[in-house]
């Protein structure tokens, strides 16, 4: 399917239709970029006003365009689009290029041309890039279809962008800087070729060694997981995400029925995909590029060789705050350390060299830590003085680097003088930042990205035997009420094997008492009534009622009060519960996300649930190792673990909750949330049960 | 005292002692940089050897330079100094800097040779900057002492530093970028002039609009605070503290008593000194840079101005994460906008006038909402495109902006193709930023410095009635225990009016019982002994004993279990106490830090506070506004003010125990730790009542 997307950058022959004459025109740029950069397949403008541009032969139509023609690049006015594609498509173009906007980003109008756009290249089964973006690079054929200015140095990182603008602003912001990139591809609207078409495009690319992409959002979440998930086994995918704050917002909201905002889908969806999540456009580069000429750590012990203390400590923090941690320098090391060093310099690490460093101890150092078996990598550090050469330390780290397996990040820390020397150590695919608070980052992106390589890959959701055509009429039963309370959804969650406290429905307070002796004193009666929602706060809940007598008044009290109350609400009765023993109060839960479907959260129950916010999500499908995962993010997952001496908690039957619950809602598409709060956990081999629960349809 | 620190910026006569005529060493570069930038005073070069450098009359020693001179500059081997600085001192100089290393920081001998220099020093009253510094600049003087490359542009920053690196780097990274500084001060081990010297000076200096510096240590952590507190009153102080992370994992130990490392403690002391905290070294400049040249934000509504939407959303993120939001534009705005913006324009907030925006636009727009009552601030943002010319963008943009009062940043999101652009912006004192994530945390700061404006200074810390006489025999009886136990402390701690829970120390099951008669049941056991530290851990706690049988099988079977558990330890007894009403548990303790002194903490109790370390800090003295604000810094806290319906507790009484343990504090300073844990925290206007407590000794 998405081999056919080579023609986006390597076609036999490209057609710019709408290319113009006026250099001021971004089609005349375009142009000029196509064959500024060694391209070397046929370039053909076509404009029927035109004979001739730039020195090429301008042609009426595209079909009038000679063999070999691959790809078409459309720069024209969006309802002049469509005729266009239907053309590409006769004259047997493989890939159209729509940079032209006025589509689905303007409204209705728009969004009618995009479709018929897209319903003609499908006819065709042509690809198509855009429309509303401002092109593609391919840094090794050379074919430029952009309008920016300038090119990225060649190189692995293979970056998508669903903004143009970033597009243009990176281009701006490496030039020159010798980081290397392979493609460069502004996906605009994505009408067909989407950011998980061009992942998939990426991986199969040989040039192309880490996929960096700037995403604001993806509408295919499951197939993006499926893909992602197979791809970072692979190469790594870095994504920056903008769109954070409104999500982030919802994520906040203090009722715990909407906790699980979309960005919590977004970073569940991330985090067991393996994506490595940049929070900054310099970290989406920063850590790009070190994982493009960089090998992995293997462990998280680095040494620091630097000419100067305080940036060391800088680093130092940065890198504890990424779960990097300052290795042991051996006896050893620290000798060979000391015969050539200064008297005065620091053979612990960090190995602080003092000002007068010279390239020759830079590279000396460095290679003493890279060979210490209690180092996993280093970072160099060099503060520029008038004792130092930049560039001939440039030079011999990163010739030292290049010897070594291990990885290596250096720290220049000035901007006029080191300009020379971070392209010398670029060159030598020796990553160098400004700051040294950027190494931490990096690292820590790098490491985890090791991580993710060494746990095997989460395998399938195992099944689970409920009675589908019981369950179908249990939820057909209940379809027509919105709010579905624990009365009425237990049934369905029984069948899907969720274990909930044993209950049963009373409508007199006889039959309270009644169900109250079978259950075992004492119980707990909680009002069942589809207008009632929040049945603490509404004073529908008794707990630890003893004797019949107890029930019964309770009884009659909770439907006199409710009553009066509520004089609107339908009162249908009371479930009867016994009260449970003890356990940990957790929550269990599904919230239907857009983009990606069943959202899974788990977190601390109770009071704390809206004090702490402590949550995770993951999306399902999902595995027990992947609900694990998610289980152990949270403090709750620490409490089920066991502090201060308490035992572990049965974290197994959260799982099995977590995992049938998912199954429940991939069953039933129709269930928008789903929860069971608290579910009470006990000791190891104890189990689980839901005291209550509640769900919403769509 | 410190008025004596101009002699180091603007001496009438300067002398160098140690210059070299040889160009490779240091010292010719400090000289050639005392001409090189403006300097109108008079220079010495002094060293026996020679007869003039750089065209310069060589003086053989201090003694024979002429008048005036005020500033001794001294480069000579360690040793050799102290006899230097007496000569300087018998001249009748003002100031001496020592740029000379191999002082406190290479070992004993050091420190003797720079505790010599120091006493010099003092007996002649001069002031010491250094030793082991890089020098100072001032850039309205024109003196330079460092031997740093090139100066940064003249401004208002003023910058101080205990790394010469650091301030070698700024150079590096700000020159030539219009970010203008007014002094840059590198200061070495600090043997005389401190940071909170340097402060106090730069408050008083005209020319300085910012206060930055980069932190190490700060010595005397309750002068800083006092300094510090007043300063943040007239200009900003903005620091990046190095060393975080040690102290870090100090603050996730697992065990509350050492909750309070020292990390914590100059977080605190920043805090509630109105001090603000860069995390990196380009946000302090970032910060710094905006502070000096643009008016603060009134509220926290920005608008932002963009010719593309994804680094509109990025920064949108970065300002919610900040604590800034997006501003509804006013219909009358939005209506002004849409009649010069083109058509596919977005007038709402943030406003995208898309690629081809031009200067005018973005002028035009830019004082649209800046006009706007409903805007506080402004963000304009402009990605490069072949379209744009950013000079002229920023031209109109900078003055656009000089009309207004509300604070205005910039956004270039480039590099090759916008630093004439910056020096425009930041020549019009517009602060221009490359990345759209540095905004938010810019006017973050910025804002978070105003709100610490228009709240009053914290008063002093009220005096408290407690009998110090009575309190000092009760410390000398206990003085000898180094880890004291609830029934030792607790005389004490009621003596400064401390709210504990009754007990009684029982020797027997029989005067227990007796006890227990007399506080009502149902009563608690706490074992009493100095060797038994955890007491719940041990079994030393019974609870909720109701009937004297109990009590007295408590006892029994207590004394009988430890003393078989623990055969060496002392069991002194038991602590009788009636069961507490139901609280809200909370920990109100204080840590002796080394820096600042007593360091109270306060956060929530219980299991829970292992699980989410959810506590806040302050230094001692304190008064109840500070301590209201430690205290809703903490989760602990919102539980306090009532979530869920649940009535608001207690809050006075948790002030009032905090303030009272620290005066017991900073009257007895043999008290390395004490903590009330838990406090149990009633209903509002019923108090709190400790149920536990204890202290550490020196």
Chains 1, 2 share one sequence.
Not at 67 to 73: G, N, S
Not at 282 to 291: G, K, M, R, T
Not at 358 to 377: F, H
Not at 386 to 391: D, F, I, M
Request: proline share 6%; hydrophobic share 45%.
């Amino acid at each position: 399917m998405t081999d056919k997307l080579i023609n986006f950058f390597k076609p036999r022959g490209v057609a710019l239709i709408g290319a113009s004459s006026n250099p001021g025109k971004l089609s005349y740029g375009i142009l000029k970029n196509m064959i500024s950069y060694g391209y070397q397949g046929s370039v053909y403008p076509v404009n029927p006003g035109n004979q001739e541009i730039l020195g090429l032969k301008c042609y009426p139509s595209i079909s009038e365009v000679p063999d070999p023609v691959d790809l078409a690049v459309v720069i024209l006015p969006a309802p002049a689009v469509p005729e266009v594609v239907e053309a590409c498509g006769q004259r047997g173009l493989q890939a159209v290029n729509i940079i032209s906007g006025g589509f689905r980003e303007v409204g209705a109008e728009g969004y009618e041309l995009e479709k018929r756009c897209l319903e003609i290249a499908s006819r065709y089964q042509m690809r198509l890039i855009g429309p509303n973006c401002v092109g593609t690079m391919d840094l090794y054929s050379g074919l430029n279809t952009t309008f920016i200015r300038g090119v990225p140095d060649t190189g692995s990182i293979g970056f998508i962008s669903q903004s143009g603008a970033v597009c243009g602003a990176v281009v701006d912001l490496v030039a020159g800087k010798g980081i290397g990139f392979s493609y460069f591809v502004s996906m605009g609207n994505e009408a067909d070729v989407t950011e998980t078409d061009l992942i998939e495009f990426l991986n199969k690319d040989e040039n192309t060694r880490v996929i960096a992409a700037y995403v604001e959002a993806i509408s295919d979440g499951p197939r993006f997981i499926r893909v992602a998930s197979q791809v970072t086994r692979h190469k790594p995918i870095v994504i920056l995400k903008a769109g954070h704050s409104d999500a982030g917002a919802r994520a906040v909201s203090s009722h715990t029925g909407s906790l699980a905002g979309s960005i919590a889908a977004y970073d569940a969806a991330f985090r067991q995909s393996g994506v490595i999540v940049a929070n900054t456009v310099a970290e989406l580069f920063d850590i790009s590029f070190a994982l493009s000429v960089q090998p992995l750590p293997v462990g998280n012990r680095v040494a620091i060789v630097t000419n100067s203390g305080g940036p060391a400590a800088l680093a130092s923090d940065s890198l504890a705050a990424n779960g990097l941690q300052l290795g042991d320098l051996s006896l050893d090391t620290k000798a060979k350390l000391r015969e050539f060093l200064v008297p005065s310099a620091q053979v612990n690490n960090p190995v602080d060299m003092l000002g007068g460093a010279t390239p020759e101890e830079y590279a000396r150092a460095l290679e003493c830590v890279l060979k210490d078996p209690g180092i996993d990598t280093a970072l160099v550090i060099q503060v520029p003085t008038s004792l130092v050469n930049p560039v001939e330390s440039a030079t011999k780290i990163g010739e030292t680097a290049a010897k070594s397996e291990k990885p290596v990040i250096v720290c220049l820390m000035g901007d006029a003088s080191i300009q020379e020397a971070r392209n010398t150590l670029h060159r030598l695919k020796v990553p160098m930042y400004v700051y040294p608070e950027q190494a931490g980052r990096v690292y820590g992106a790098m490491l985890n990205y090791k991580r993710w390589l060494d746990t095997s890959p989460a395998g399938e959701m195992p099944g689970f035997s409920a009675d589908r055509q019981m369950a179908q009429r249990q939820f057909d039963s209940v379809k027509a009420i919105k709010n579905i309370g624990e009365a009425h959804i237990r049934p369905l969650l029984q069948t899907y094997g969720i274990p909930l406290i044993p209950a049963e429905l009373a409508r007199s307070a006889e039959e309270s008492v009644r169900h109250a002796e079978k259950l075992g004193y004492p119980v707990a009666l909680k009002i069942v009534s589809p207008d009632i929602l929040h049945k603490s706060d509404a004073g529908g809940i008794r707990l630890n009622l003893s004797t019949p007598q107890l029930v019964e008044q309770a009884y009659q009290e909770m439907m006199e009060k409710l009553a009066a109350a509520f004089p609107d609400a339908r009162l249908e009765g009371v479930l009867v519960e016994p009260m449970a023993a003890k356990g940990h109060e957790v929550i269990v839960g599904m919230k239907r996300d857009p983009q990606f479907g069943p959202l899974m959260m788990f977190g601390l129950g109770g009071v704390y649930v809206e004090l702490f916010t402590d949550v995770a999500f993951r999306v399902a499908p999902l595995n027990a190792q992947t609900a694990l995962e998610m289980i152990f993010e949270t403090k709750a997952g620490k409490l089920l673990k066991g502090v201060r001496g308490q035992k572990p908690a049965d974290v197994e039957a959260v799982v099995d909750c977590i995992l049938r619950l998912a199954q429940l809602a991939l069953d039933f598409p129709e269930i928008a949330e789903v929860e069971v709060n608290p579910l009470l956990v006990f000791e190891q081999g104890k189990g689980a049960t839901g005291l209550d629960a509640r769900a919403i349809l769509l």
